[in-house]
């Protein structure tokens, strides 16, 4: 985390070529450290993201005497301490930006009875946190946040929690996550209910730790568990970063990229439906398992895009995907319509709100809608756009700048490093003329 403002200077034109390798997938990579220091032995992680967000956790869990051994800035070998070994951190546990983070931990040191309050910064001081603190509560957790349902959250130790019947109101895979990790614990089994499929990392990796755990349609239940077996993690690329690649290649004439090592779980990799439902020419090559998940070397070609109705049942499976998309529709023939959106108001910004303020300062017609936006697209002119510190806005206006007439200039970029570190010496290494300035 850093107070550095950082200017993104992007000049307009160019094309993306060749190989572009993206760092290690943030959710898988969270999981994995979480997963391996509650485990019986030692787990060797490997593609790991060492992203703030990502060493948020690890920092946390360092601070409950969970040791780590680095083999490079992406390997590591995690020392498990076993289910019952995390110790009360002496210091708040500070997450800085990363809502993953902090929902999945909170689920997570309520069942193993850590006493610890859990702090971030600004952006993450304001995100909802009822969703995780009222179905922990119904499970016996002593878990209690702000007045209104914010940071700081104050964790004690309870009686051991019991296991839960919960028909979850979103479908957030940190609701999700956060309620299956405290189910480790509970004295029986918890069944979840999402209303819709979202991203089913945790269930994988839960299952390769040896946890008994079951998925029906959208029900998905756990049995509590004695152990976890220590399991070596592969992570692959990250599907999220690599979309703001994909959408840059589609919209840059000239370009043809390979994004080797993607994951491309059906349950995270509906940003490829969509594009291609624009038109986006996407080949998925050399299609593979790692480490209990889909993977694929991703070919991304420049096409011309057209205007669509997003299908409302792809939104949760694409949710981090929607600034990069936007951009795409910003510059489609016709409109693009996205509804049933309204969690992307509380993400790392109003990411509606956002998108519409940037994509209207590049000239484009958009009427934000309180869940989704409706987008014209037409042609970016250049200016100055505000990234309101979230990286996915900032990486996504980036990429406009591969079709702009004009130089695109975005605010408070330092938050990039929270899930893309390199994204600038990446994206320029690909092909966009892109520099920072740093005040
Ligand atoms: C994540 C789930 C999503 C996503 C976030 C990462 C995860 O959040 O937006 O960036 O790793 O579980 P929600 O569960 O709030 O939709």
Excluded: W
Aim: hydrophobic content about 45%; some cysteine; charged content about 20%.
């Amino acid at each position: 985390m850093t107070d550095a403002n950082v200017i993104f200077h992007v000049e307009p034109g160019g094309s993306l070529r060749g190989m572009v390798h993206v760092p290690g997938d943030k959710s898988i990579s969270h999981r994995a450290l979480m997963l391996a220091a509650i485990a019986d032995g030692d787990s060797h992680l490997s593609g790991f993201l060492p992203g703030e967000d990502t060493l948020a956790t690890q920092r946390a869990l360092a601070s409950m005497s969970v040791a780590f051994e680095p083999a490079s800035a992406t390997e590591l070998v995690v020392k498990g301490v076993g289910m019952h070994g995390l110790k009360n951190p002496g210091t708040p546990l500070d997450m800085g930006n990363s809502g993953t983070s902090t929902r999945l931990l909170a689920g997570l040191l309520a069942g193993a009875g850590v006493d610890c309050e859990i702090i971030g910064d600004a952006s993450l001081m304001r995100r909802p946190m009822g969703r995780v603190i009222e179905p922990l509560r119904e499970m016996g957790a002593d878990i209690s946040g702000s007045e209104d349902q914010t940071l700081p959250l104050h964790i004690r130790p309870s009686a051991r929690l019991s296991g839960i019947r919960y028909r979850m109101p979103v479908a957030s895979a940190q609701l999700k996550s956060c309620l299956l990790l405290a189910g480790l614990y509970a004295d029986g089994k918890s069944c979840l209910q999402q209303p819709a499929p979202s991203r089913d990392h945790t269930e994988r990796m839960l299952a390769a730790f040896g946890v008994d755990i079951h998925i029906n349609n959208n029900e998905i239940c756990i049995e509590p568990a004695a152990r976890l077996r220590a399991t070596d993690v592969s992570i692959p690329a990250d599907i999220s970063s690599a979309a703001f690649f994909m959408v840059g290649a589609l919209i840059a004439p000239g370009s043809d990229i390979i994004l080797p090592g993607v994951g491309i779980n059906p349950t995270r990799s509906a940003v490829i439906d969509i594009l291609r439902q624009m038109g986006g020419r996407i080949t998925l090559n050399s299609e593979r398992s790692e480490g209990g998940e889909p993977v694929a070397d991703i070919r991304v070609e420049t096409s011309d895009l057209h205007g669509i109705d997003i299908p409302r049942h792809l939104v949760p499976i694409a949710i981090d995907e929607f600034p990069a998309i936007l951009v795409a529709a910003g510059v489609a023939d016709g409109v693009t319509r996205l509804g049933g959106a309204e969690e992307l108001r509380v993400k790392e910004s109003d990411r509606i709100a956002a998108m519409s303020a940037g994509l209207d300062r590049l000239g484009i017609q958009v009427e934000p809608r309180a869940d989704g936006m409706q987008v014209q697209g037409g042609i970016f002119s250049g200016g100055r756009i505000d990234s309101h510190g979230d990286h996915r806005i900032a990486m996504a206006f980036a990429m406009a700048g591969l079709a702009a007439k004009g130089r695109i200039q975005i605010e408070d970029c330092a938050n990039v490093a929270t899930s893309f570190p390199g994204f600038m010496d990446i994206a320029r290494q690909a092909g966009l003329q892109i520099s920072a300035e740093r005040s």
